[in-house]
């Protein structure tokens, strides 16, 4: 039996006991275990009661997931040439095992083209490197895939060459560009697509996190992701919604503080004369990211995304850079 013993304040120390457990006394078992994996950007601790940081991991980091302790802890042994060998306690979400992509592939090249056959004939769409995809089948030097969701997806070949099989996002060294969607007002309230056609079942925008990754493109339709509560959802928007972020390391790594010069709109696209159902005052202070001539707010205390009379998933609200010091 594995129990833990204190030594002094806020001092413990596991060990094994030959000992059975009181009558009504139920623990979960530690399964044991060798999975490799990776270590994403988390903390490992070598008490799970008592839960304190030990060593943080800024990076993903390659480890060996050694045993699991419940249904939420993982103990783990840090791997990683460039990192001091050690073990110890993490979450189970933040540790990413390789045999969870088996079946999959990640792009490796800066981009690929997607083919409607198993030949280079017929190109339908681009992706970017660092996309993950679901390996179908083989055939020669290429790959049926499908990227996407059992929601919303797209199917097609590419050259496997191409491809990093089973691989983990950190085996590659291409991240996903980022944008917000900007739809037309008469769009907006209907929704996105299901696939890259008008004729798709529309879908909902994700109203939690306003940032989406760009996948890649078919046609005039562009194909997106984001990340919400764990859940990844996938959806198509025609080319003229998507609107880039500037490349960076996150979003809200790079907000900042800008007060009003003067009353503004806030409006719903980032050009003169687009909808606005809400204006700012002079003086006032608002969390915003750059993009240029406009500013993206972030701030949903003050401008929630969801205020728009048009559309109440919209997600991108403006201001003109001259409204602010």
């Not at 996903?176 to 925008?205: H, T």
């Not at 993206?296 to 401008?303: A, C, G, K, W």
Request: proline share 6%; net charge negative; glycine share 8%.
């Amino acid at each position: 039996m594995l129990i833990q013993y204190n030594l002094a304040d806020g001092q413990n120390r596991f060990g094994y006991i030959s000992a059975s457990l009181p009558k009504g006394v139920v623990v979960p078992e530690l399964r044991f275990e060798r999975k490799p994996g990776v270590l994403l950007n988390s903390w490992i601790t070598d008490d799970p009661l008592r839960t304190v940081w030990e060593a943080y991991f800024s990076t993903v980091t390659e480890c060996m997931q050694l045993a699991t302790l419940g249904a939420g802890w993982a103990y783990i042994e840090i791997t990683d040439p460039g990192q001091p060998q050690c073990r110890g306690f993490a979450y189970v979400v933040a540790v990413d095992l390789r045999e969870n992509h088996s079946g999959k592939a990640i792009i490796q090249t800066e981009s690929t083209p997607l083919y409607a056959s198993a030949s280079t004939e017929n190109a339908i769409g681009t992706y970017d490197g660092g996309v993950e995809l679901e390996v179908l089948q083989t055939q020669g030097d290429f790959a049926n895939v499908r990227i996407g969701d059992e929601f919303a997806y797209q199917e097609g070949w590419m050259l496997g060459a191409d491809l990093a099989m089973g691989a983990v996002p950190s085996d590659v060294s291409f991240a996903l560009s980022k944008a917000v969607l900007v739809p037309s007002e008469n769009e907006s309230s209907a929704g996105a697509y299901a696939a890259a056609s008008l004729d798709a079942q529309r879908i909902d925008c994700d109203t939690s996190y306003p940032v989406y990754s760009v996948l890649g493109d078919t046609g005039e339709f562009v194909q997106l992701s984001s990340q919400s509560s764990g859940q990844i959802n996938v959806l198509f928007v025609p080319r003229d919604w998507v609107t880039p972020i500037p490349a960076g390391p996150n979003i809200y790594s790079e907000v900042v503080p800008i007060t009003l010069a003067e009353d503004s709109p806030v409006y719903v696209r980032p050009e003169q004369g687009a909808p606005s159902q809400i204006a700012l005052y002079k003086g006032t202070t608002v969390m915003c990211y750059p993009m240029g001539d406009w500013y993206l707010i972030v701030d949903r205390e003050l401008v929630p995304w969801s205020c728009a009379e048009i559309a109440t998933y919209l997600i991108s609200f403006q201001l003109p850079e001259r409204c602010f010091r």
